[in-house]
């Protein structure tokens, strides 16, 4: 596909999934700082990211509660979830499965093919690109994502860490 793309000079966008482990239970608030809120946030800031979703995301607005719910059991003295359609947050709050983030990239807007635009005057022009262009910077993205990702767990520890005194370390 990219090499298709390449050969007619174009470009595409893409997804990048981001799963994140080991992030403890209580991470975030149910009003202000929800957790997925503040992840949305950092991923939505990185250049050409148009859209975030968490879990199921879209998906959910095509499902049942009776399916989309994850339910909760206790087995071997451990709580855990029957499923993990939320994503690993639940009401802004971590929930202590693994986090699951998809990033949409944009495809890049720069290519060889002729693309129309205006002058500052209002002129209508045509605009051709030349030179090195990437048909995808979306394995690039990836580093990127995984750091605001990082960035944000990080800060939302810090947040975290005197909402009970046994975290303060």
Do not use: W
Request: proline content about 4%.
């Amino acid at each position: 596909y990219l090499e298709k793309c390449m050969k007619s000079q174009d470009s595409a966008g893409g997804v990048v999934e981001c799963r994140i482990t080991g992030v403890p239970a209580g991470l975030g608030s149910p009003v202000f700082e929800k957790l997925d809120a503040v992840l949305a946030q950092a991923v939505m800031s990185v250049g050409a990211v148009k859209a975030v979703e968490i879990g199921e995301g879209t998906e959910v607005a095509h499902m049942n509660g009776s399916d989309d719910n994850d339910g909760f059991h206790f087995e071997n003295g451990q709580i855990s979830k029957t499923s993990n359609h939320a994503g690993g947050i639940m009401g802004g709050i971590s929930d202590g499965s693994e986090i699951i983030l998809r990033a949409y990239i944009k495809p890049t807007p720069s290519i060889s093919q002729p693309q129309e635009t205006t002058t500052c005057n209002g002129k209508n022009i045509s605009l051709e690109i030349h030179g090195r262009h990437d048909p995808v910077i979306v394995p690039r993205a990836v580093v990127v994502i995984e750091s605001m990702c990082a960035l944000a767990i990080t800060d939302a520890l810090f947040a975290n860490m005197t909402s009970r005194l046994d975290y303060i370390q």
